[in-house]
């Protein structure tokens, strides 16, 4: 155990190795009483020569250093210089110092009191002495005892090029990561320009950042410890001032976390000390996973970004993400247990993890693995989803389709996920979900048939379900919105996504939109509107107009999802997306007008023939903002000078709000409603499913 004595005499020295190991704002050599180390060594644990020499080798083979404590003869005071230890084979050590440390020093004016060497734990004081001095490199004679003093619970771990940064009500210092623990980290700091020390207040919280190359490492709110003060900068020991980190809203529904048997391992290289790691996983889910470490030697401090992790199973599948450590915990046995919590990863790799957990609950549950073509046809005309009126719209085209099918479901684009239950390589149930706009996923083709005792159709809903509870915190998911259409006839998806917009009763949660379907020929193209009447692209007061008529009209989430306006800056547009991974989908937005007022909004989707089997998005969506003044063959002829760019006969058609098609006698073959979640109430669904159906994730 630290005595008092101990830890005073090794703070007061570790302020003055932080000023020795500082080079880039090298300051006046520091001075420390030599009198109260030896008091220390005392009591200090003794550590043998040979034990010394392997130590010093060890330095050596990792390019380290070594401090060299020298006391002035007049004076009586002590510096610390910086040495770069050689081999050491016996009793004799040759160091070689920097040229910086000897400018304007005379090493001849100076004895020798100690080597001083922190392994992390503890300081270890060598009583030695010069033998020679030539220039830049000096032999040293070793004893046979050293001492060290000032053992620390937790080893602490030097650190080297990682910035930092504190903020406190205006007051700005940055400097460097000195070193960290899992309990606390150390940086010394010099205030900006316009700053001073005088505006610190060491009793109040404070916002650290610590970057490595414009990355951040760490982010959050910290209390200090304690602070030294030097002659430029400032030495700063702090500590995180929460007891646990919470990246995310919490969640009263999360997937379960498993114990997977061999348990997997994650590996990385180290973001503050540049070392490569690894570590058993005890249990994992698709949002994070904890590991044990030893109390002693940990090295996950919480809070910490550790940008590039590979999450590895039996070393056969390795999945990469972005983790950060959310907390740590001690256990009785003395071990600390640490909880990661996935901040990142791309799509394919989350969906990769997703089927390995859910396979290891069900082992019919498929997540976007590969399917056996034949299989998935038989499957979907077995089942009557692709029924005669569907398959009339691909027929002439499935040469095209089959190709475009076969790249959706063996390639895995990130733009589609599917979900299958199988049993020895036959479907029984079956659902997708495409990126349908920039931030919007659109689930479609739900089909099933028996399976024994099983309801394949609700294990393929809770897969999704599954699936999607961690995947929308994804930054490169790009979910806000998950939508969807279907009949209001048929029973089950209007109790499984309808039921739950009539219980949340809440339409910025979860609404619905009524469309007629209908499909139009080409027949009168090259038709042009009467004077008065004009349609071109979308103007931003059009938009304006249309949302102020759907807020009024719906008030719901619909155009927040299609995203009419909107784009996401930071990312590729979805239809550049689309066409590098070989696919189409593009997307233009013609309004509608007589004279000046604007009657209606025509969406021109395309995609490719059979993307959704309905068609949905390979069509026009026409909303409808001012039916007393707009004729159906005026709107007819807009249609037709906008479905050249289709290679079909038949166009699909879906028209908002409803009651236009009726109160214009128009003839329509169906309806959709229009879903859409707004995944911050992605809870809320779950939790629904799980009442109604007795859907669990157990």
Same mark, same amino acid.
């Given at each position: 155990m630290t005595t008092n004595k101990q830890t005073k005499i090794i703070s007061k020295e570790r302020a003055i190795i932080t000023f020795a190991l500082d080079e880039e704002w090298s300051l006046p050599p520091c001075l420390f009483h030599h009198e109260e180390m030896l008091q220390a060594l005392e009591i200090a644990q003794q550590v043998d020569k040979e034990t010394l020499i392997n130590m010093l080798n060890h330095i050596h083979f990792m390019e380290e250093s070594i401090l060299l404590q020298l006391r002035h003869p007049k004076y009586g005071g002590s510096i610390l210089m910086r040495a770069y230890p050689e081999p050491c084979l016996r009793g004799k050590l040759a160091?070689?110092?920097?040229?910086?440390?000897?400018?304007g020093l005379d090493l001849n004016s100076y004895h020798l009191v100690h080597l001083v060497i922190d392994d992390g734990r503890s300081m270890i004081l060598v009583p030695a002495e010069f033998q020679e001095i030539h220039k830049n490199r000096v032999m040293i004679h070793l004893p046979q005892i050293s001492y060290a003093v000032g053992q620390r619970q937790t080893r602490r771990y030097a650190c080297h090029d990682v910035d930092a940064e504190i903020m406190q009500s205006g007051f700005v210092a940055q400097g460097k990561l000195l070193d960290f623990s899992p309990r606390a980290f150390r940086i010394t700091v010099r205030p900006v320009s316009?700053?001073?020390?005088?505006?610190?207040?060491?009793? +109040?919280? @404070? &916002?650290? !950042? %610590?970057?490595?190359?414009?990355?951040?490492?760490?982010? *959050? =709110?910290?209390?200090?410890?304690?602070?030294?003060?030097?002659?430029?900068?400032r030495e700063i020991v702090l500590t995180h001032a929460d007891t646990k980190t919470s990246q995310f809203k919490k969640r009263r529904i999360r997937n379960p976390r498993q114990h997977l048997v061999p348990p997997p391992t994650i590996s990385f290289d180290h973001p503050f000390l540049k070392k490569h790691v690894q570590f058993e996983v005890t249990g994992i889910s698709t949002s994070g996973f904890s590991v044990y470490e030893s109390a002693d030697d940990g090295i996950l401090m919480r809070g910490m970004v550790i940008p590039e992790l590979m999450i590895n199973f039996a070393s056969a599948t390795?999945?990469?993400?972005? +983790?950060? @450590? &959310?907390? !740590? %915990?001690?256990?009785?046995?003395?071990?600390?247990?640490? *909880? =990661?919590?996935?901040?990142?990863?791309?799509?394919?790799?989350?969906?990769?993890?997703?089927?390995?957990?859910?396979?290891a609950i069900d082992s019919h549950a498929y997540d976007s693995s590969e399917v056996d073509m034949d299989a998935l046809w038989e499957f979907l005309f077995n089942t009557g989803f692709i029924y005669p009126m569907k398959y009339r719209l691909i027929q002439s085209h499935r040469k095209g389709f089959k190709e475009m099918y076969r790249k959706l479901y063996k390639e895995n684009p990130e733009i589609s996920r599917h979900f299958t239950y199988q049993k020895n390589g036959r479907i029984y149930g079956h659902i997708a979900m495409?990126?349908?706009?920039?931030?919007?996923?659109?689930?479609?083709?739900h089909a099933a048939r028996t399976m024994?005792?099983?309801?394949?159709?609700?294990?393929?809903?809770?897969?999704?379900?599954?699936?999607?509870?961690d995947m929308y915190r994804l930054p490169s998911a790009h979910m806000d919105y998950v939508m969807c259409y279907f009949r209001p006839e048929n029973r089950f998806p209007d109790f499984v996504f309808g039921g739950f917009a009539r219980t949340l009763k809440n339409p910025q949660g979860c609404s619905m939109d009524l469309f007629s379907y209908?499909?139009?020929?080409?027949?009168?193209?090259?038709?042009?509107?009467?004077?008065?009447?004009?349609?071109?692209?979308?103007s931003e007061i059009d938009l304006w107009e249309l949302n102020r008529f759907y807020e009024y009209h719906s008030g719901g989430l619909l155009l927040s999802a299609l995203a009419l306006d909107k784009k996401d800056i930071d990312?590729?547009?979805?239809?550049?997306?689309?066409?590098?991974?070989?696919?189409?989908?593009?997307?233009?937005?013609?309004?509608?007008?007589?004279?000046?007022?604007?009657?209606?909004?025509?969406?021109?989707?395309?995609?490719?023939?059979?993307?959704?089997?309905?068609?949905?998005?390979n069509g026009i969506k026409i909303m409808v903002t001012n039916p007393e003044d707009l004729p159906w063959n005026i709107l007819a002829i807009a249609i037709s000078q906008l479905?050249?760019?289709?290679?079909?006969?038949?166009?699909?058609?879906?028209?908002?709000?409803?009651?236009?098609?009726?109160?214009?006698?128009?003839?329509?073959?169906?309806?959709?409603?229009?879903?859409?979640?707004?995944?911050?109430?992605?809870?809320?669904y779950v939790e629904y499913m799980q009442k109604k159906f007795r859907i669990n994730y157990k």
């Amino acid at each position: 155990m630290t005595t008092n004595k101990q830890t005073k005499i090794i703070s007061k020295e570790r302020a003055i190795i932080t000023f020795a190991l500082d080079e880039e704002w090298s300051l006046p050599p520091c001075l420390f009483h030599h009198e109260e180390m030896l008091q220390a060594l005392e009591i200090a644990q003794q550590v043998d020569k040979e034990t010394l020499i392997n130590m010093l080798n060890h330095i050596h083979f990792m390019e380290e250093s070594i401090l060299l404590q020298l006391r002035h003869p007049k004076y009586g005071g002590s510096i610390l210089m910086r040495a770069y230890p050689e081999p050491c084979l016996r009793g004799k050590l040759a160091c070689r110092l920097s040229n910086k440390n000897l400018s304007g020093l005379d090493l001849n004016s100076y004895h020798l009191v100690h080597l001083v060497i922190d392994d992390g734990r503890s300081m270890i004081l060598v009583p030695a002495e010069f033998q020679e001095i030539h220039k830049n490199r000096v032999m040293i004679h070793l004893p046979q005892i050293s001492y060290a003093v000032g053992q620390r619970q937790t080893r602490r771990y030097a650190c080297h090029d990682v910035d930092a940064e504190i903020m406190q009500s205006g007051f700005v210092a940055q400097g460097k990561l000195l070193d960290f623990s899992p309990r606390a980290f150390r940086i010394t700091v010099r205030p900006v320009s316009f700053c001073t020390f005088h505006w610190f207040d060491p009793d +109040a919280f @404070v &916002i650290v !950042h %610590l970057r490595r190359n414009k990355h951040i490492l760490f982010s *959050g =709110l910290c209390k200090c410890i304690r602070q030294q003060d030097g002659f430029l900068n400032r030495e700063i020991v702090l500590t995180h001032a929460d007891t646990k980190t919470s990246q995310f809203k919490k969640r009263r529904i999360r997937n379960p976390r498993q114990h997977l048997v061999p348990p997997p391992t994650i590996s990385f290289d180290h973001p503050f000390l540049k070392k490569h790691v690894q570590f058993e996983v005890t249990g994992i889910s698709t949002s994070g996973f904890s590991v044990y470490e030893s109390a002693d030697d940990g090295i996950l401090m919480r809070g910490m970004v550790i940008p590039e992790l590979m999450i590895n199973f039996a070393s056969a599948t390795s999945i990469p993400c972005v +983790a950060q @450590v &959310i907390y !740590h %915990l001690e256990e009785k046995d003395g071990s600390n247990r640490c *909880g =990661l919590a996935i901040l990142d990863m791309d799509i394919t790799s989350y969906s990769r993890l997703a089927h390995i957990l859910a396979n290891a609950i069900d082992s019919h549950a498929y997540d976007s693995s590969e399917v056996d073509m034949d299989a998935l046809w038989e499957f979907l005309f077995n089942t009557g989803f692709i029924y005669p009126m569907k398959y009339r719209l691909i027929q002439s085209h499935r040469k095209g389709f089959k190709e475009m099918y076969r790249k959706l479901y063996k390639e895995n684009p990130e733009i589609s996920r599917h979900f299958t239950y199988q049993k020895n390589g036959r479907i029984y149930g079956h659902i997708a979900m495409i990126r349908a706009y920039e931030r919007t996923w659109m689930i479609h083709h739900h089909a099933a048939r028996t399976m024994d005792n099983k309801r394949p159709g609700f294990m393929v809903l809770k897969q999704i379900m599954y699936y999607m509870n961690d995947m929308y915190r994804l930054p490169s998911a790009h979910m806000d919105y998950v939508m969807c259409y279907f009949r209001p006839e048929n029973r089950f998806p209007d109790f499984v996504f309808g039921g739950f917009a009539r219980t949340l009763k809440n339409p910025q949660g979860c609404s619905m939109d009524l469309f007629s379907y209908l499909t139009y020929t080409r027949l009168s193209l090259g038709a042009k509107l009467p004077n008065g009447w004009s349609m071109n692209e979308c103007s931003e007061i059009d938009l304006w107009e249309l949302n102020r008529f759907y807020e009024y009209h719906s008030g719901g989430l619909l155009l927040s999802a299609l995203a009419l306006d909107k784009k996401d800056i930071d990312n590729k547009p979805l239809e550049e997306l689309y066409s590098q991974l070989g696919f189409v989908r593009k997307r233009r937005v013609f309004a509608l007008k007589h004279k000046a007022e604007l009657n209606a909004v025509l969406i021109v989707n395309q995609s490719d023939l059979g993307f959704n089997l309905s068609e949905l998005l390979n069509g026009i969506k026409i909303m409808v903002t001012n039916p007393e003044d707009l004729p159906w063959n005026i709107l007819a002829i807009a249609i037709s000078q906008l479905t050249g760019i289709y290679h079909t006969d038949r166009v699909p058609l879906l028209f908002y709000p409803f009651d236009y098609i009726k109160s214009n006698g128009i003839p329509y073959e169906k309806q959709y409603q229009a879903w859409v979640l707004n995944v911050q109430y992605r809870n809320e669904y779950v939790e629904y499913m799980q009442k109604k159906f007795r859907i669990n994730y157990k």
